[in-house]
């Protein structure tokens, strides 16, 4: 399966290492495309090395070729999955913004591709209604979700709000 894995600007970054490590050995093509926010947790040479693909960042990223990567990842994409997935990213792609390849990716899916979403932000964040509200309407528009687990938070706080065990999303991308 061809998967493409988007990594938002989380602590919970550094998961995605992992989570495209496992999916790599499990024979899934994975492509990772990181937002710029990504790169300050986690650096896109070490998902480069781990899913021998080139990594996205920015659109300028796509200069090497006439046909934007992006579009491409969109069109040939069997699963395309957040993990994390920020409360920014969530706003933007419930409201249909596209400020750089990830988003781009997103809104240039077929509609019969299966989107994934791995949120992972402060609890109070992911209990807002402003993000229920996004996702809910992320949900109409067909994508499913892998809700956040709860325990000790980056900030301090224990609450709900971390990014799932990589097992978890595993079992939830097999499904």
Request: hydrophobic share 45%; proline share 6%; with cysteine.
């Amino acid at each position: 399966m061809k998967i493409v894995l988007g990594i938002t600007g989380s602590i919970a970054a550094y998961k995605a290492a992992d989570l495209a490590s496992q999916l790599v050995k499990l024979g899934h093509e994975v492509h990772a495309v990181m937002t710029n926010s990504a790169c300050e947790f986690i650096t896109p040479l070490t998902l480069q090395t781990l899913t021998r693909q080139p990594v996205l960042v920015s659109l300028e990223d796509e200069k090497n070729s006439w046909k934007p990567g992006h579009i491409e990842l969109a069109d040939t994409a069997d699963l395309f999955i957040i993990a994390p997935c920020s409360a920014n990213t969530l706003g933007l792609l419930a409201n249909g913004l596209a400020p750089d390849p990830l988003t781009s990716i997103y809104l240039a899916l077929p509609r019969e591709t299966r989107v994934l979403i791995a949120p992972a932000m402060n609890g109070k964040m992911w209990l807002h209604p402003a993000t229920a509200r996004n996702c809910k309407t992320l949900v109409a528009d067909g994508c499913q979700f892998i809700e956040p687990a709860t325990g000790d938070l980056a900030c301090g706080y224990k609450g709900v709000g971390r990014l799932a065990d990589v097992p978890d999303i595993l079992d939830a991308i097999a499904r």
